[in-house]
């Protein structure tokens, strides 16, 4: 495994840890407001989180397919791959900064 690939992975798993607490406060506001909003967010931050979760599972834990990652992937992938998951990871710690403020 390279190092684009662990900045990814680590990426993910902190969108993971993120989305969670997003969606916890969301949660909360559906059923506190009984308004579409949250609730959009909700599903939103869900599906999501979702998408990080099986990331991180293939990723890492996958017998074939965290072999095929760890071992077929060219560079240039995880690159991109690494800046997809790292955007994502400043976009969600932003969204949890402004809904916990």
Known sequence: MN???AVAQIASGLNVVLLAA???VW???????????????????????VENALSVYYYTLDPTLSVWFATSVPDI?????MVVHVVET?????LLWVTVD
């Open 3 to 5: 190092a684009w690939a």
């Open 22 to 24: 997003l969606c916890v």
């Open 27 to 49: 949660a909360r506001n559906a059923l506190r407001f009984r308004s579409k909003h949250p609730l959009g967010l909700l599903v939103f931050g869900a599906l999501l989180l």
């Open 77 to 81: 992938v995880w690159r991109a791959t």
């Open 90 to 94: 400043f976009a969600v710690g932003f």
